[in-house]
């Protein structure tokens, strides 16, 4: 037998959502933008391809720099990452010993167990209540590291803000606020930072930035956090095209400001005809929403959809198996899943 790990060998793989490799399908499974990012972006992309022979800067540091004025906070506030799932595990491996806990809820981004698994931390979940909300604050002062998003998946709500507060006033470890999709909510937690020494708050370009297939993340925290994280971090862990395009992004900001505006508007109107539909709907700060279907098994829509060449989401998690989980595309993508939605609920 290898060698493996214990702890490796039990966790089950991580399941992404599919990439299909055959063009033609309407992607609604993995809460990509549906616009691309704007032409500029890509204006001093030769120049970094003719100095590929070379390291990237190692400490992105005019990327952590831009970042750093649009949020106004500090550079040293800032580590950037290999996508957000980067500053997840970095984080795992600052602050947690193998064998020391991890707390996160039930439903949620199901990598915080893959990865607190193959770490070999223990693992403390927290249910949700019946509407898949946060009960109360998450107490748990044997957590070194507590991670919770907000908006929180598959649901798309902010978590409950006095619960939050609560959390990290009483969480004796670190309490890690993935915020990989605030850009499409009204809310953040950035205020958090001066209140709080323990709070790491986790940001991603993949989304709202439209860059999902660069890898490009952020963790802000206090300065003496990030110090320590950084440690952890691979020497090199973001290449010289992510650097520079997420840079241009970030610089774009403008231009992605009224494609969340889009997107927001989009969600308004797949929500409403999904519930006129017969659908049960939560409300949605994401770019995604949660939906269970009326006459079918949610299983049978997502298979239905498939057959239609329409990918959607559908997690075999107990509490949410009547359920499927829809990112928000453009209005033409929406509209072709509704008319397939009323294809497929007319012949059942
Ligand atoms: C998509 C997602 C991430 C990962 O983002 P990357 O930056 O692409 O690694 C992290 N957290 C949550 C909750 C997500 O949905």
Request: glycine share 4%; net charge negative.
């Amino acid at each position: 037998m290898l060698p493996t790990r214990d702890c490796v060998r039990q966790t089950p793989a991580y399941t992404p959502g599919e990439q299909p490799q055959t063009a033609g399908f309407t992607k609604l499974n993995t809460n990509e933008n549906p616009y691309p990012p704007p032409a500029e972006i890509f204006a001093h992309l030769q120049e970094q391809l003719e100095k590929v022979r070379l390291y990237p800067d190692p400490i992105s540091k005019e990327l952590r720099q831009t970042a750093a004025e649009l949020y106004g906070i500090t550079a040293n506030q800032i580590i950037a990452g290999n996508g957000s799932d980067d500053i997840l595990n970095i984080a795992l491996r600052t602050f947690v010993n193998p064998g020391e806990s991890v707390a996160f809820l039930d439903l949620t981004y199901s990598l915080y167990e893959t990865i607190a698994r193959v770490h070999g931390a223990n693992i403390i979940e927290f249910t949700t209540n019946d509407q898949f909300e946060l009960a109360g604050p998450v107490i748990c002062p044997e957590a070194k590291l507590i991670f919770l998003a907000s908006p929180n998946p598959p649901l798309g709500k902010n978590l409950d803000r006095d619960y939050l507060e609560a959390t990290c006033a009483n969480a004796s470890g670190l309490v890690l606020i993935d915020e990989a999709y605030v850009d499409f909510s009204d809310d953040n937690h950035l205020d958090f930072l001066s209140r709080y020494d323990n709070v790491i708050i986790s940001r991603t370009m993949s989304k709202s930035y439209s860059l999902a297939g660069l890898r490009v993340g952020f963790g802000f925290a206090s300065g003496a956090i990030i110090e320590q994280m950084d440690k952890v971090r691979d020497s090199y862990n973001l290449d010289r095209i992510a650097q520079t395009l997420a840079t241009a992004a970030l610089k774009h900001h403008n231009y992605f400001e009224q494609v969340w505006q889009k997107v927001c508007q989009t969600r308004s109107l797949l929500i409403t005809s999904l519930r006129d539909l017969g659908f049960i709907v939560f409300d949605s700060e994401a770019n995604f929403i949660l939906a269970s279907p009326p006459h079918i098994s949610a299983s049978e829509l997502y298979n239905q959809l498939k057959e239609r060449q329409i990918l959607v989401r559908y997690f075999k998690h107990p509490r949410i198996q009547n359920y499927v989980r829809i990112s928000i595309g453009t209005d033409e993508e929406i509209d072709r899943l509704l008319s397939a939605v009323q294809e497929i609920m007319g012949t059942n």
